[in-house]
C-alpha cells in the first residue's frame, strides 16, 4: 500500500519569508514517481514537479526548490522568498507500480502581505 | 488552460437523484482519470480509463459508473446522490500507459457537485 503525509495541514508566513512544506510517503515499490501539485483558491490542480525514484538530485526552479532524501522517504518543497500569490494548498503525491496516484492530505499555505 | 475540460463547472441537485459529468481530456492523452476531493476525504481516486477500457479502480462507489467514448471523452455517473457525495470531482488525462514511467497527470478544473 502506499501512503503520503503532509504533516503540516496549515501554514502561515509573512510575505518574503522562506517556507519548506513537508511531505513524507510509504512504498514498497523500488521504482517510483513523487509529484508536487498547487491547488489555488480557484480550485483547480496544477502541476509543480515531478521526480523519479531513481533521481535524488535536488530540483531548484525560481523561487522553488525541492529536496528529495530516499533514506527519510521525504520529499520537501520550499519556497524562498515567499509571495501573496504563493497563497494556495499544496499537495505532495506518489505514484508507485500502479497507475494511480495517490495524494498527501495537502497543506494550506497562506501568505500574508 | 490545462486543456482537459470538464463540464459543467458548477452543479447543484438534491438527494436521490442521478448526475453526469463529463470530461474532455487534452488530444492525444488515451488515460482519463476521476478522483473526488470531499473535505473529509481529500482527493481520492476513483477511476481509470485508457483508450476505452477501465484501467484501474479506487475508492469508487457502486452508486458511481464511468466509461470511456470512442472519441476519448469520458463521463461520471453519479446516482442515487447523497449529501456526502457533495465534492469536486476532477478528470485528469496523460498520454500513454503508465506501465513503464509516470507520466504527469494534467487535472481539469474540475465540477464541484452540491447534494442539497
Known amino acids: 500500500a502506499q501512503k503520503v503525509t503532509q504533516a503540516q495541514t496549515e501554514i502561515s508566513v509573512v510575505e518574503k519569508e522562506d517556507v519548506t512544506l513537508d511531505c513524507v510517503y510509504e512504498?514498497?515499490?523500488?521504482?517510483?514517481?513523487l509529484f508536487w501539485y498547487k491547488q489555488p483558491p480557484s480550485g483547480e490542480l496544477v502541476f509543480l514537479i515531478r521526480r523519479n525514484s531513481f533521481d535524488e538530485q535536488n530540483e531548484i526552479s525560481g523561487r522553488y526548490s525541492w529536496n528529495f532524501q530516499k533514506s527519510t522517504s521525504s520529499f520537501n518543497f520550499t519556497i524562498t522568498a515567499s509571495q501573496v500569490v504563493d497563497s494556495a494548498v499544496y499537495f505532495c503525491?506518489?505514484?508507485?507500480?500502479?497507475?494511480?496516484?495517490?495524494f498527501g492530505g495537502g497543506t494550506r499555505l497562506m501568505v500574508k502581505p | 488552460d490545462s486543456g482537459v475540460t470538464q463540464t459543467p463547472k458548477h452543479l447543484i441537485t438534491a438527494t436521490g437523484q442521478r448526475v453526469t459529468l463529463r470530461c474532455s481530456p487534452r488530444s492525444g492523452d488515451l488515460s482519463v482519470y476521476w478522483y473526488q476531493q470531499s473535505l473529509d476525504q481529500g482527493l481520492q481516486f476513483l477511476i481509470q480509463y485508457y483508450n476505452g477500457e477501465e484501467r484501474a479502480k479506487g475508492n469508487i462507489l457502486e452508486r458511481f459508473s464511468a466509461q470511456q467514448f470512442p472519441d476519448l471523452h469520458s463521463e461520471l455517473n453519479l446516482s442515487s446522490l447523497e449529501l456526502g457525495d457533495s465534492a469536486l470531482y476532477f478528470c485528469?488525462?496523460?498520454?500513454?500507459?503508465?506501465?513503464?514511467?509516470?507520466?504527469?497527470?494534467?487535472f481539469g478544473a474540475g465540477s464541484r457537485l452540491t447534494v442539497l
Open positions: 512504498t514498497r515499490d523500488t521504482t517510483y514517481y
Open positions: 503525491a506518489l505514484r508507485g507500480g500502479g497507475n494511480m496516484l495517490t
Open positions: 485528469a488525462s496523460s498520454v500513454r500507459e503508465l506501465s513503464t514511467g509516470a507520466n504527469v497527470l494534467t
